[in-house]
């Protein structure tokens, strides 16, 4: 078979580099149009946080923030003991310079006498009609008596400068003191406030039960299992000592509705307290703990809006009830 020559084109097919530019071009367009249709180059999809995802981020911010708030109350305890010690010296200091300006004040007294009148009729009439030994007598006296102004001054005024120097030392104190509290305090405030910001990202999650109402709160994702749980043993007689499948106490409720969710409770009440995360009740979430009575000797799965699972009693099954009708110890989040 005869090929033609490598420099020449067959007739009629040149090609000229511009239209292979725009074949190319039309060729691009048409394979990146297929691949977004069939899905390829779309943007991948960012999940939203979970609720334990979002948990361990507020966990983070608290584990700054315990230590912030203690070395605060710590700054404070001490700038209430300082600042009653400075009050105390100030107290001291104010007869002391009392006594320094009455001692100073005769000191000066005595000397503007001198100083302006020169001596004193007593001391004149001295001079021209007492005996020496009188004079010489009643001028010692003056002059021990100028002495002891001095020395009285002195003593007042050394004891003064001591506590004034305390005194000097414990403003700078709390000086220091009052700026440490303002940081800690402006710290405290930011980690705070991205603790709420946190907590307002918290997702809202619907638990459908058959057996129990529909819960619409932030659930995270062991505490939609222990729900779930919980509600499909509704039902279930109460039996002492049981932690199921089929039957149940109180504890073993919520022993069994949390080993599926991965999470291991004692089967005792006070040990289920103790291995949970204190939460108050206005912050109380759907499947935390729920306990009863001083002795914490009642526990149920709480599903939000006042509303338990628990398995009450012998002669009463494992049911939904309102928290209200016993009285409320508190509240434990399993983790």
Known sequence: MATMPPH?????????????????????????AAAVGAGMLAAPAHAEPTVDEIEAQIDKQWEQLEPTIEQYNKVRAQLKVNRKKSADLEKKIQPLALQSELAMSRVGDLASRYYIEGPS????????????????????MLDRLAKQERKELEGVLKVRAKFDSEKQKLDALIATQVKQQDELAAKKKKIDAEIKRLEKTLPVTTV???????????????ARTAIKTACQQVGDPY???????????????????????GISLTHFTGAQWNEGKAV????????DL?????????????????????????????????????????????S
């Not at 108050?280 to 499947?287: D, K, V």
Request: with cysteine; hydrophobic share 40%; glycine share 10%.
């Open 208 to 222: 459908k039960t058959a057996a129990c109402p529909t819960v619409n709160g932030v659930v995270s994702a062991a």
């Open 121 to 140: 009729q007593d001391i004149g009439a001295l001079l021209v009609s007492a005996k020496p030994s009188t004079l010489t007598e009643q001028l010692t």
């Open 280 to 287: 108050p009740r206005s912050e109380a979430r759907p499947g």
């Open 239 to 261: 039996v002492w000592g049981a932690t199921g499948p089929n039957s149940f106490d109180c504890s073993g409720l919520t022993q069994y509705a949390y080993k599926a969710a």
């Open 8 to 32: 020449r084109h067959a007739p009629g097919r040149s090609v000229r580099p511009g239209g292979l530019r725009r074949a190319a071009h039309r060729l691009l367009t048409l394979v990146a």
């Open 290 to 334: 729920v306990f009863f009575f001083s002795d914490l000797h009642h526990v149920g799965l709480y599903l939000g809006n006042d509303k338990m699972v628990h398995a009450p009693r012998a002669g009463k099954p494992v049911q939904v009830a309102s928290i209200n009708n016993m009285p409320v110890a508190g509240f434990r989040r399993p």
